[in-house]
């Protein structure tokens, strides 16, 4: 049996506080293989932790049977700071009301850290390759000097993840079905996990823009090996994925259950827990391009009613929602129509019903490619 729980001060705390991140370590330190997971880097996002509570129940029983053959690495809530962030009632932990900005953007460009440090001290070896590089990964983060709180968070999380084989993310949308946010190299070898967790949707992107967690530990590799074409280096040197667990309301044990056997079995068939997975379910969706997402944003702010249910499939042109003018004086004309351009999977729709302009009210996960879609692919 191994395990410990570890307990990190963030540094840069206002006086007469303090946030701590706790850390659950299981199995041999030494194991070659090793797993990370983090639960709701978005505070607000609860179902991510309750999960992560569920999946820490199997951990306890596999390590007291001593099936635990990998180091695995669970956080379980990433973020103290967005977790101790009311105002008058209303947990708002997505943006650091601190600094600003979303807690789930701008993590470290890892390829170019590690790039700094690797000249000349690649080989022939791509086993001894891949140690190399997650030295210096490792090397660059722990030289960096944060200058807040949230930026030694950062630094603690990356510094956890940075020499895993596999790194999950988990999250959820607004009010939404499973899906899964992968790097194209990634797909079909994240088949398995999407199946297991019955992903309505898996979405790839080689960058989607805004430094998201999870693009900070898978696209550094094949970067490198497109820098040092004449060294083997591996490609998948880190699988690394965000798991969207449905919606914010979707706190449910039943649920939660559910996906944590889901990981777990991922554990499985990575070789870090010992035996063998049940047979992978049908895959329930096909991957498609994130750039195919089409994001439906609120003309006007007003009300939101929708027409269309999660999970449906619509068509270019299908009614989504009806946006309510609460100021209009004729009930004829009080209501606009916001319609898809383009046709998919109704996959996430807004909780909150009162909107402001321009914000996003539905993502239908397309097939083809939309030419709007270009840099910052994702909802901030």
Request: aromatic share 4%; glycine share 8%.
């Amino acid at each position: 049996m191994s395990h410990s729980i570890e307990r990190q001060i963030l540094k840069g705390s206002p006086p007469g506080t303090e946030h701590q991140l706790l850390i659950h370590r299981f199995g041999p330190s030494d194991a070659k293989r090793k797993a990370y997971i983090q639960a709701s880097l978005h505070a607000d996002e609860t179902p991510a932790m309750l999960v992560a509570q569920h999946l820490l129940t199997l951990l306890h029983a596999a390590s007291s049977a001593n099936r635990i053959q990998g180091q695995i690495t669970l956080v379980p809530y990433a973020n103290p700071i967005g977790l101790s962030q009311f105002i008058n009632g209303v947990h708002l932990g997505r943006h650091d009301l601190g600094e600003g900005g979303n807690f789930n953007r701008s993590w470290p460009d890892l390829f170019e850290l590690a790039l700094e440090e690797l000249s000349g001290k690649l080989g022939h070896d791509i086993e001894q390759n891949r140690d190399t590089i997650r030295k210096a990964m490792r090397s660059a983060l722990a030289s960096m000097e944060p200058r807040s709180e949230s930026g030694h968070l950062k630094q603690l999380l990356a510094l956890e993840a940075c020499d895993a084989d596999l790194v999950l993310d988990l999250h959820c949308d607004d009010d939404a079905l499973m899906h899964l946010y992968l790097t194209p190299h990634h797909w079909p070898e994240g088949q398995g996990l999407a199946a297991d967790l019955a992903c309505a949707a898996v979405l790839l992107a080689e960058d989607s823009g805004g430094g998201s967690f999870d693009e900070a530990f898978s696209t550094p590799w094949p970067r490198l090996a497109e820098v040092f074409p004449d060294v083997p280096i591996p490609r998948d040197g880190c699988f690394s994925a965000t798991i969207e667990l449905r919606g914010q309301a979707d706190v449910d044990d039943h649920l939660a259950a559910k996906d944590a056997q889901a990981i777990f079995r991922e554990l499985q068939r990575s070789g870090l827990v010992e035996g063998q997975a049940e047979d992978i379910p049908a895959l329930q969706c096909e991957a498609t391009a994130l750039e195919a997402c089409e994001i439906l944003r609120a003309p006007a702010t007003g009300i939101v009613v929708y027409q269309a249910e999660l999970g449906q499939q619509v068509t270019s042109d299908t009614v989504i929602a009806e946006l309510v003018d609460p100021e209009a004086e004729d009930d004829t004309t009080n209501r606009q129509s916001i319609r898809a351009g383009t046709s998919g999977l109704l996959l996430c729709r807004r909780l909150r019903k009162y909107v402001q302009a321009g914000e996003s009210i539905a993502k239908i996960a397309g097939r083809d490619p939309l030419p709007e879609r270009k840099g910052l692919l994702l909802d901030d």
